[in-house]
């Protein structure tokens, strides 16, 4: 017999259903001591939250987060609302001993970030935030062949994350949509939305980041507020770039932006090492491109690598389909919850934990002093 | 207050995870007024199929398929077994007054798709074929393209199949895992197993196939028979490719084979329109290719579309995530469950019905007949 | 010292102007013992071969080709004129004694061809076809790999020639620019002028054809003539495609056409073999795909080889720029050049020799000849 | 009748080579007023110098490039010697009246560069620096499009100049072919040699840059030296990366580095606009890859555009083979051959001149300050 994980989800945007969608899939596809239990759902709109409920399999409903916090029938709760939220949530959550899962960016910034560490760490709880694609099967392999030594010395990594949907200067900011062009919802713009992804997986990848020399951007000067009903000006970085230095002497190239033409969610990363090199792209995230010097003088070419394989050469790719059929986006989420589950029968944190995290908060806050004051930050 | 819609499924093999997990989703992701309930999982095996009902979520599971298709709380059979088995099953469904659902290919021969047939005919039943590739969006983009006429009149159409899992010549042959290397119960070899996808997307997007001139080889001649124990003559073809004649006078060219080394599952399509021509790959099935002669001259190009937009223009996509983030392989089956259920609320029949599959059968026919004799054969 | 080697040339179209440029260029890349001389440049129309000849470099010019096929200063003869002339011409040059290089395809049909075979081996002149893509070198290294035995057992070669430029139905044929419309100057149509570049690379890098089975199609059925002023009947084939046996046990699949919208020029080849399978296209003519299934598992794919490195690896390559610059078509002239020099300073043969041409003919004439009867033809 | 112009290089290396095979080839592909004739090598030693005459055909040969400048019988001195040489060789040349072609960098630094543009400005002798990438004909097309207002409002502009030649350790510096590696030849490393080629497009296509933020590297401490004898420490840049300020108040990032593996020569760049975006890459410089926001919404994609065509719509490509066969690296120093004798017969100046290529070094300049101080610099 499974034993059950009762989740409470609270927000019922795009991150609620994605993570709802890994809560119910996972037990098709992997064998686990824990099985998900869709306990509550929780929004501030009665009826949103119902709907929700209704469509996702939820056993219930809450219009008030406290409500949800405080219920015994809950293991565990799942934090899918804005930034700004994220603090206050994540420490009742650990004060009240559950549980606690939390979507990234961690928190507005480090200092909240810290607090957030402490209340679980105190609380002494499970938690884990949502940097989903490290659990893309391309990206773990990548992870895997930098543990097995393959590239050997790394002199550069560059990543970027691009998108092109805020061009647009009669778009406007604020409210359920659009919170993330509101600096008092999200923090920041694209630094914790886009450029936190491409940290989390650099860090993950190749250590840790000790400065950076940042330059941010805001394209269009202001919108129409939905709340407020008025012109006001735009607080979030419409683009943010970085050079850094990395704790292993290896060169950072990070840069993101929503006014990149032609690119919908262009993340990608490239990593060159002393004997070997790795691509990935979002768009095509099935692949992986590998270079490998070692390789016959003659053969040596980029390798367009379909990862797809299975018998456990390819990660988490033995418990889908057959080979050469590819997976997508959602995958990430389910396979971070197996792991997460994985992690709780073993008794074992799964990354990115929020201390995890908070390194990627510090790089994010290191990026915006730094293209404040226009010269090197240290992360710290 | 959404219709339920009893499904009992036989066969819980690869096909029969990938059709439960369509019934599973499609209610997160489409409004629809009737909704599937697993009700119940049929194997030989009683373990296989209990298990295979908990994993999925069926309420009971059954032994005895006959059993299953008399069943009173059962609304839809879903026939996932092995091509020998089609013509019974879905006849005994047919007369059970029964919906009936069947893997691809229809049946083993036209004989048998003529006789399936009358019979869904005669008792009246909604009836469809797993030909998913249809319903990937990319796919059903080139349709949408056109129909609109995009392309003017059509010059060529090539497509092929292309795996390389039997090269190997100690696989064996024959038994549960490796039917589809038994004549007895493939009833051919990749053309029914590959090539068929090719010909319903080419039926579908460009059109009825006039006459046939084919060519099929066996590379490894005998192979142990799991079931007999012993080495067994081959019987199946390991690669089959043809030319045709489409009725719109365009030419085709088809391949498939499981002896292409380097490719998993690569069935790519194209089409040559006099104004525009169209690319489709498997192996990237999240992409259309596009080129259009009506582009300003110094500025054509091949366009690769990333199928993932939003707000109707691209098809199904509304329903997933958010643009740029690509779906995979098993949601082209979700797709196919929600038009299934769309068409049954309307009371449209949905392709490809039995009558349909039916085509892709003769036209199979006459490319194995053609093989065999050398000549050109017309599909009939 | 080097020996010059005095080049006449017949014809003062496109072709006549590749080999000119080779001809001026191969002396500057690579060391050989011959250098060629432009002797004279030979058209009906004095004015069109004085230009050419001033322009290329050429020290006098002929109007008639006779006459300069006597002319005592002059070794190797050039015919780069339409096929319906190659008999004529090759037969007098060889009688004359003279060296004979001959744009393919070799001839109208085999028995021409043969009598040219019969000519130049009578006389003892040596003699090369311009199938100047066996020496793009990433066709020439797949042929080095095809000969180390990277491969193994060959079970598939597919090959197509695709092309969008008649598609108008108002373009003329025949004439000066358009006598590859017209089936008096041309022979036929796509086959000897397209598919018989995919043919003289299959026999080069996969051996001889056994026998085949072809569709041809005009899709314009006539056109308006240059010569005679009239709308004509089209004569030639402006598609054609066949099936085929290898003698090593392989299958083959060919196609061409000049109806491909979307294609100038796109050759392309693919060869899958037991350990490894290559791929090659002429619109990206510097790389070469290979996937070597003895890779490691989990990083197999594909590999995009950038045929540009140096030190003899990369064939040809050392006498160009440096690592990662291409090269493009018109190179490959330059190194059948080389090559040819380089086989008259050591009395080697180089191929294709009009006898290796004669064998792509042969398959032209079976292609047409099962085209036209709908049945199987051997290559004979 | 065309005139000559006499042209006498000091230089031969591989620059040498790429700028004689330009001079060789470019009256047959391009009608002009005036055709270089090659008049006289010059290289410090003999022997190189007369067998580099003897290949290329030069007339004669030098091994003072004094003399070469004071020869009577030429017109033109083309400088292709390591960096820290132009400055006198330049002046000297404008001081004899002489048209004056210099291999890019122009200058070891902006003050050599001042004093090179004000000598041949005082002497009004027709000047221009090989920053041949303009004119590789996608990147042509690129600056046309841009004119003609197709992308609209500029966000971004993101370069890399990427290599890998320079990893191994035990690879010496110094001498003549490994004067790159040696800061007292070269002036800088990769900022100079391979930067300069990305900005020197970047100022041609997006317009002047305001300020930089700069980072360098050096891997390899310390090599061999080759004139010494010796180890000694590297001072050179291996890599460089810089954030800017384009006045048009679009954003760049660039990269450079000879520590890319599986990069030989992989220059892209990538310009966002409003409503269009461009990408270009050296490893496959006939293709542009262009996506218009224009586009019909469920059309849109990136087109790759081989740059192939003829007419007159794709520059430069008339004068080359048919549509659809590719060109290569060397056709650009063909092109800005041709320009510049185009520019002398009609008085007009061609760049990039001397001046503009001062900019390009004045950026090259910030950006070293930039990585020394740890700040950001204007460009001055």
């Given amino acids: 017999m499974t034993k059950p994980l009762r989740i409470g989800l609270i927000g019922c945007g795009f991150m609620g259903r994605a993570h709802s969608n890994a809560y119910n899939r996972v037990s098709n596809f992997f064998d686990l001591e824990y099985t998900p239990v869709l306990q509550a759902a929780c929004a501030r709109n009665a009826e949103s939250a119902e709907a929700f409920a209704k469509t996702w399999g939820y056993a219930s409903f809450e219009t008030d987060w406290r409500t949800l916090v405080q219920r015994d029938d809950i293991d565990a709760i799942d934090i899918c609302v804005p930034n700004h939220l994220h603090r206050e949530m994540a420490i009742a959550v650990a004060e009240a001993g559950k549980i606690v899962l939390c979507e990234k ?4 910034n480090t200092a909240d970030g810290q607090a957030m560490c402490e209340a679980v760490e105190k609380a002494g709880v499970p938690n884990m935030v949502w940097y989903n694609y490290r659990r893309v099967p391309a990206v773990t392999l990548a992870h895997q062949l930098i543990q097995e030594g393959k590239l050997g010395r790394v002199f550069h990594y560059r990543a970027n994350f691009l998108q092109d949907w805020t061009i647009a200067d009669d778009l406007p900011q604020g409210g359920t949509a659009l919170w993330r062009l509101d600096a008092s919802s999200a923090g920041s713009g694209v630094t ?4 936190a992804h491409c940290i989390d997986t650099a860090l993950w990848l190749n250590g840790a980041i000790r400065n950076v020399s940042a330059m941010t951007e805001t394209f269009v000067k202001e919108r129409h507020h939905n709340l407020t009903g008025k012109m006001e000006p735009v607080k979030i970085d419409d683009a943010s770039a970085f050079l850094c230095h990395f704790e292993n002497g290896s060169l950072g190239l990070f840069e993101s932006t929503r006014y ?21 792209d979002l768009h095509d995230l099935h692949r992986l491109e590998y270079f490998d010097h070692r390789d016959e003088s003659k053969l040596r070419g980029w390798r367009s690598i379909h990862v797809t394989d299975h018998g456990g050469e390819h990660p988490y790719m033995d418990r889908w389909w057959v080979p050469g059929l590819q997976i997508g986006y959602e995958h990430s989420f389910v396979h971070q ?35 404040e004051c226009g010269s090197w930050k240290n992360v710290e």
């Fill in 260 to 280: 990149a033409r032609g690119h919908k969610a262009l993340y990608t990363f490239e990593i060159n090492g002393e004997h070997a090199s790795i691509k990935w």
């Fill in 105 to 108: 960016p961690l928190a507005l």
């Fill in 192 to 195: 914790g939305d886009l450029l």
């Fill in 337 to 371: 919850v197996a792991d997460f589950l994985e992690g709780l029968a073993t008794g074992t944190p799964v990354g990115p934990t929020f201390r995890d995290a908070l390194q990627t908060q510090q790089v994010c806050d290191a990026v915006l002093a730094s293209a």
